[in-house]
């Protein structure tokens, strides 16, 4: 069975800090990929960032960046110099090749960033 | 903007009642999906569509069914409301046609359904 580990329920951080949320997943299918998404408090679910299993190099959006560590099963999201707005519920995924099915979440980080 | 609608965005209905909520994308895509949300569990898979009349369940599926008649709206019934039905439900849709493990999923704004 998949399965997605979000250890940390809440994270601060200084404003134009750099912070790690952790993600550790648990699948035994080679063929798998691996999102973040962030739910501010207005509800709606943004997609940021995506690495497959496959991938040789760790996946990059602007200031987001995913550490991802296969042998330790882990795909922790970074976030580069924290805004405000960056703010809100953090949400690690996994997908695995089933033909739509199978797209488990984690249950989430709340991050908070600090002026 | 992957122009997915939900509605009602908002419901408040009594236990016993029946309570369809409705999605509509307007890019044409094959799947589609509803999720729930809840404190602690993160998002959890309902149900699904890979087509026209084509779905299937997820991990949650009991007290729910869904149709899907047009590429473009999924619906989501819930026969008879129940409490443990409270929740904020999500749709969502994949971009591409197979399915595969690295296709991403672009959500609905969510309902919030309070059953009394």
Redesign the interface.
Known sequence: AQK?TQTQPGMFVQEKEAVTLDCTYDTSDP???L?W?KQPSS???I?LI?Q??YDQQNATEGRYSLNFQKARKSANLVISASQLGDSAMY?C?M???????N?V????TRLSVLP | DAGITQSPRHKVTETGTPVTLRCHQTENHRYMYWYRQDPGHGLRLIHYSYGVKDTDKGEVSDGYSVSRSKTEDFLLTLESATSSQTSVYFCAISESTSGGPQETQYFGPGTRLLVL
Do not use: H, K, L, T
């Open positions: 997605i063929s798998y990929g999102f998404y509800g709606e679910m997609f995506y497959g299993s949400f995924a997908r695995v090749w089933d033909y739509g099915q797209f979440f984690g249950p989430g």
